[in-house]
């Protein structure tokens, strides 16, 4: 690659969330490149960008039990708000992982992307032969 005509080593690797999630916890740049998936003949059209953050985010799901049968007697209803907690189910799903990308367009679209989503624009989707280099040094 490039770099390493400019006396740059490196690595290059195919996308994997835990080798970035590695790598910025060692306090290491990432640079990360995709494409768009090619349509017919056209050449893909690909960028590379800073990955320089990342954050887990954990998402707390309710829904609520609207009983709507007056039929029921006082203790199954009692019973069902017991199960339920007083209406709500709760539970926590999954966590959800996003990366800070800087796009390399004077700001603009840089932000928090999900791990498995990156598309700046609802036209500009790198989701396609994903690379990333690291262990950038002189």
Partial sequence: NILKRWGINNSIANYSDS?????IYQNEPIIASG???PNNDEKP???AWIIDGYKTCKVIRQNYYYISDTTLTEDVLRKIKKEHCNGYDEWQMPDIVQYHMNWGWNGFYDGWYNHDSWMPDIQLEYNWNQLLLYRIRP
């Fill in 19 to 23: 080798l970035v999630r590695h790598i």
């Fill in 45 to 47: 059209k690909g960028h």
């Fill in 35 to 37: 494409a768009q998936e």
